[in-house]
């Protein structure tokens, strides 16, 4: 799949479900209206839309949500994808998570085939976790980065830069993070759906981050990339990888390998942008997947070739209705 931008499209992210066990302050308001169970996609229509994005070129696909380890069976799901590695053009299924049911399901994962994972985490300190993730438990998460470390799995952490919040923090969780073997990025708060709270007095840019950082650590150049938008070096000090997701301070679409596809299976050819495609309906016309496979060419030639997001006073506004946990980020 080639986009009209010539960027090819090898990138599916898969949100399972927009429900989540926590209400992160960025990214949530405290009483959110979810989907209707009825109009959730079944676990097996979600396998064989993700099937028909594999059959089209897509190499790489990340389950996420809401929390994607909240949805029932979701392990079957992965079972399923991942047993299509190496027998398709898929070569990898990842997750990212909050880390609240890793204890649980952290083997059942390894058994399906993953092999890395992003763990979101923004602090250590379980009375700011608390006031961050508003429903969330520290030591619960902590115990499920355990687990999947145990579990053989190679772990990111990522971390949202809030100002005020977390940002005195930051140096202490990458050091944190390399000590543990993990890799380590930043993400910039990005105005996706309404919040109950002020975004721009949670942004925080990470141009600051990356300068304050370089005073007393060592960041060097490194061309390492996963296929994502972050941007890495390496901590000389640390030997850890330190990722940066700037999409408001610096613009990534340009090598943008990737759409998005929410549980009900609407597909989002932009982070960024409201423009949509149903493939519900084409799914559902036909147990073949000719129609579906038409309905995937006809979105992919609307991507777009970028977002606009900006936060300052006078755009508080959300730039997009939308919440990150319906797309997954
Ligand atoms: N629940 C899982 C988790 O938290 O990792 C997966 C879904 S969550 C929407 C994916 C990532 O998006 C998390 O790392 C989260 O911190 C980030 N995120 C959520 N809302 C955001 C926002 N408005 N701006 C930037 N990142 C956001
Ligand atoms: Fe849930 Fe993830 Fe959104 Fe936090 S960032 S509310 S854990 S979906």
Request: charged content about 25%.
């Amino acid at each position: 799949m080639i986009d009209p931008f010539g960027r090819h499209i090898t990138y599916l992210r898969l949100s399972v479900t927009d429900r989540c066990d926590f209400r992160c302050v960025y990214c949530m308001s405290e009483h959110m209206s979810f989907l209707p169970k009825a109009e959730l996609l079944t676990l097996e229509e979600l396998e064989r839309l993700s099937m028909a994005f594999v059959d089209k070129g897509v190499e790489r696909l990340r389950i996420t949500g809401g929390e994607p380890l909240v949805r029932r069976n979701v392990i079957s799901l992965f079972d399923r994808l991942g047993a299509q590695i190496g027998k398709s053009n898929l070569k990898e299924v990842t997750l990212t998570t909050n880390g609240s049911q890793l204890a649980r399901f952290a083997r059942e994962l390894v058994s399906a085939g993953v092999k890395r994972i992003n763990i979101s985490l923004d602090t250590r300190d379980a009375a700011k976790f608390r006031d961050i993730t508003r429903w969330g438990d520290l030591p619960k998460v902590l115990d499920g980065i355990d687990a999947a470390d145990a579990a053989g799995l190679k772990i990111k952490i990522n971390t949202v830069a809030l100002k005020g919040v977390n940002e005195d923090e930051i140096a202490d969780l990458m050091l944190w993070a390399h000590g543990r073997g993990f890799d380590f990025t930043l993400i910039e708060t990005m105005p996706l759906g309404e919040i109950d709270g002020d975004r721009v007095e949670q942004y925080l840019p990470l141009s600051l981050v990356r300068a304050r950082l370089a005073r007393d650590y060592t960041l060097e150049d490194s061309d390492y990339r996963t296929g994502g938008p972050a941007r890495y070096v390496r901590v000389a000090e640390t030997g850890g990888r330190l990722g940066f997701i700037t999409p408001l301070t610096h613009n990534f679409c340009e090598s943008c390998n990737r759409v998005r596809l929410t549980c009900t299976g609407t597909l989002y050819m932009c982070l960024g942008q409201s423009d949509a495609a149903d493939l519900r309906t084409p799914l559902r016309a036909a147990s073949d997947d000719a129609v579906l496979a038409q309905a995937i060419d006809a979105a992919i030639a609307r991507k777009p070739k970028g977002h606009d997001f900006i936060i300052d006073r006078r755009h508080n506004a959300p730039a997009l209705e939308r919440h990150m946990s319906l797309t997954g980020g």
